[in-house]
């Protein structure tokens, strides 16, 4: 494979966009990813802004009603506690807007569905990514027929407007229906190499195998650090709460109190609202899946990598064709199972 003159190459900003230096560069390319850059592109950047948009408004409204739902109750606790102290009407107010934005929040989620919007949008995106590589290591594209490469634009063209015309209804199906993956006959009848194998492997490689590990590495460092920094929280709180319990009684086992001081009833206060917060722990980890998902990126990184050794080491192109198309295989099913993942968490 020829990696010459990559460092000349700006840096791209994704796997989906190909500049005009880099256009230049790949010219044997060039006009296979301009048709990805007209087909495919605007489709998918479209997608991607709405998935991006929806993600982050439903990370907000999952933020907002478990924190102020979290609130809500443990300013119920405190009143029960310390009403008589701090008075009733301050800690009802407070009460009372906690209850309001968590009960909008959670609302507002349910009927606008930003998580299923959210979903349905990145699996147009992830889609539409997949196409435009499958379209590039087609190997009938490079056959060199002109007739050959109209109808592969035509059926692109196609595919793009069916991803794009998907429902929440039709994701469902999708990911509910796996077919049986088989290597393509045009590949595995291969015998002599196209002549665009060196340039394409070489953008394979950089464009969606590094592009992807990378994705796939750094996703699962951030889902080990949240799950480290999350994962035991619920179950040292429970522990606490249970230690205030004990405090409670064996502080007022010594005092002999015929009623509650101050001290009893903070204890009382923690060993209610101790697993509140563990619960809203709970719910943080529920809706993003910090475990799984670190577990299901690191094994997709270490396929890629097997994958990737191993396109460096084809040298038939049938060899290559068959790499390349288990790539996409493996990248598709990394998606589908992110995306039952996602689709089985609740949200609240």
């Known amino acids: 494979m020829s990696d010459s003159g990559s460092a000349s190459v700006e840096t791209p900003k994704d796997d989906m966009h190909d500049s005009e230096a880099n256009l230049a560069h790949r010219q044997q390319l060039a006009g296979k990813l301009q048709v990805c850059a007209e087909v495919i592109e605007p489709a998918f950047r479209k997608a991607d802004g709405a998935a991006l948009r929806h993600q982050s408004y439903h990370r907000q409204l999952v933020n907002w009603a478990t924190v102020f739902g979290t609130a809500a109750i443990l300013f119920a606790i405190l009143q029960l506690a310390f009403g008589d102290a701090i008075g009733l009407h301050q800690v009802a107010f407070a009460e009372l807007v906690a209850v309001a934005i968590a009960l909008v929040a959670f609302v507002l989620g349910s009927l606008v569905a930003f998580q299923i919007l959210w979903l349905v949008e990145r699996n147009k995106a992830e889609r539409l990514r997949i196409a435009k590589f499958r379209y590039l290591i087609d190997r009938e594209l490079w056959s060199g027929d002109p007739a050959t490469e109209a109808r592969k634009r035509a059926d692109l063209e196609t ?190």
């Open 159 to 348: 595919e793009v407007k069916r991803i794009e015309a998907a429902q929440h209804h039709e994701v469902h199906h999708w990911i509910e229906n796996d077919v049986v993956p088989t290597p393509p006959d045009s590949v595995l009848g291969l015998s002599d190499s196209p002549p665009i194998t060196s340039e394409l492997l070489d953008y394979y490689r950089t464009r969606r195998l590094e592009y992807q590990l990378d994705f796939f590495r750094k996703r699962a460092n951030e889902y080990v650090k949240l799950q480290k920094a999350t994962m035991h929280v619920p179950a040292v709180l429970f522990l606490a709460s249970v230690g205030a319990v004990l405090l409670h009684y064996g502080h007022d086992l010594s005092t002999h109190a015929e009623r509650l001081d101050t001290f009893s009833r903070w204890m009382i206060v923690l060993a209610a609202s101790l697993p509140v917060i563990g619960g809203a722990f709970r719910t943080f980890q529920s809706a993003y899946q910090a475990a799984r998902n670190a577990y299901r990126y690191r094994a997709k990184a270490v396929a890629l990598a097997s994958i990737k050794a191993a396109l460096e080491h084809a040298t038939g192109p049938r060899s290559q064709f068959l790499a390349l198309w288990f790539s996409e295989q493996t990248l598709e099913n990394e998606h589908r199972e992110w995306l039952r993942l996602m689709l089985e968490a609740e949200w609240f």
